[in-house]
């Protein structure tokens, strides 16, 4: 909390967090397999689209509605997806995973990516 | 004998005390207690037929009196009948007398009473019907009566027996796409994301070496053959055969799958 003390600075909460969040972003960038980036522009792709199509459904019509729900469930259910392969063939999870190998992940990605997209085609009407 | 002798006694002292009627009289008023039509009634001879309309009130008046005496006496039972000679209906309807023997009977026919039967355009026969336990039992034709043609009362059930007004199915109105322009324009917005993916990825920048190589590919085509299959899907095929070619698919992109994932393993491992 920004007590008086530090009233002199203008806005000390502020540039506090954006320390902190440059920080963080740093840190990500510098530590952070190519790999696990890789996936995370995916996951951000996720998320993206579906946001978008639930802004289209909210602003403009959710008219076909089956199409709606095949595309945020397709964005939904890879994203899930994506974050279990990811927090799977993280390194720093080894430990938490340990009979689980970062290709038997893969398999289990692309599995369940096949089932998701089968239900999604069959929405898509 | 003489019980046959006593009981013929009896009946003749009942027969000597026989019930009379005296002074009867009718008026026939509207509600604002106008009168239309008042007469006494004469025993001998029918007046004119009474008519009522549907909002008149009959008004009867008479005294019961023992025909020697003269004196008012109390019937056990007085009851006036209604009778319709045409269509066999009839109502019986208790007549209230006094101690004194005077009688009062109103039929009004905004709510007449529910004895009456049901009535058309004959006229009713009503009579006057006198029972006494000490008495003879008397009965009186009084005069005919016409009344406005009931109304049938409805059946509880009498709704159920019509034909039912057709069904009409009120469908919300057909969904409209939005204009083409805002659909184009959303279009792009949706996929813009690509760009985005593409852009990462490509800033990112990871490599892979081993996209090519023979191990990897099968099992790379073998699962963009199942995307095809479910585009195909959505375009064309039913879900049987979907799930049959998605069968036989699978069975090559295990093996595939397997190489691909071993092969990748030994990479990783760093074993070649």
């Keep these: 909390m920004a007590g008086p003390k530090s009233s002199s600075k203008p806005s000390p909460a502020s540039s506090e967090t954006y320390v902190a969040v440059s920080t963080l972003w740093k840190s990500y960038l510098d530590q952070t397999p190519d790999r696990l980036k890789f996936i995370d522009a995916f996951l951000a792709f996720t998320v993206l689209s579906g946001v978008l199509q639930f802004v289209y459904c909210v602003l403009v019509t959710n008219f076909p509605f089956n199409a709606f729900l095949a595309g945020f469930a397709s964005s939904v259910g890879q994203f899930v997806l994506t974050a279990s392969l990811r927090a799977q063939v993280n390194p720093e999870n080894r430990s938490e995973f340990k009979e689980v190998s970062p290709e038997r992940a893969f398999a289990d990605f692309a599995l369940g990516s096949i089932v998701l997209h089968f239900f999604v085609f069959n929405f898509l009407g | ?272």
């Design chain 2, 1 to 272: 004998m003489v019980w046959q002798f006593s009981w013929l006694l009896l009946a003749a002292t009942v027969q000597a005390a026989s019930l009379s009627l005296q002074s009867p009289r009718f008026t026939i008023s509207t509600p604002d207690a106008t009168q239309l039509r008042s007469d006494t009634l004469s025993l001998t001879e029918k007046p004119e037929p009474l008519t009522l309309g549907p909002t008149d009130t009959l008004k009867l008046t008479f005294q019961i009196t023992e025909s020697d005496e003269g004196k008012g006496v109390q019937p056990h039972q007085t009851f006036l009948r209604f009778y319709d000679k045409a269509s066999g209906e009839e109502g019986i309807q208790p007549v209230r007398v006094t101690p004194g023997g005077k009688a009062k009977f109103e039929l009004n026919m905004v709510r007449p009473p529910a004895s009456i039967p049901p009535t058309t355009h004959n006229p009713l026969e009503v009579s006057l019907i006198l029972g006494s336990f000490v008495h003879a039992p008397a009965q009186y034709d009084l005069f005919e009566l016409y009344l406005p043609a009931s109304r049938t009362p409805e059946h509880p059930d009498e709704a159920s027996f019509h034909v039912l007004p057709a069904i009409k199915h009120t469908f919300r109105p057909e969904q409209k796409s939005p204009p083409q322009f805002v659909s184009a324009v959303f279009a792009a917005t949706v996929l813009s994301p690509w760009l985005v993916l593409i852009g990462l990825w490509s800033k990112i920048g990871v490599k892979v070496p081993n996209l090519f190589s023979l191990s990897i590919i099968p099992f790379t085509a073998l699962l963009g053959a199942f995307e095809v299959l479910l585009v195909w899907y959505w375009v064309d095929l039913k879900l049987g055969q979907v799930l049959l070619y998605g069968g036989i698919l699978a069975i090559p992109t295990v093996f595939a799958g397997k190489q691909a994932l071993y092969a990748t393993g030994e990479w990783r491992a760093g074993r070649k």
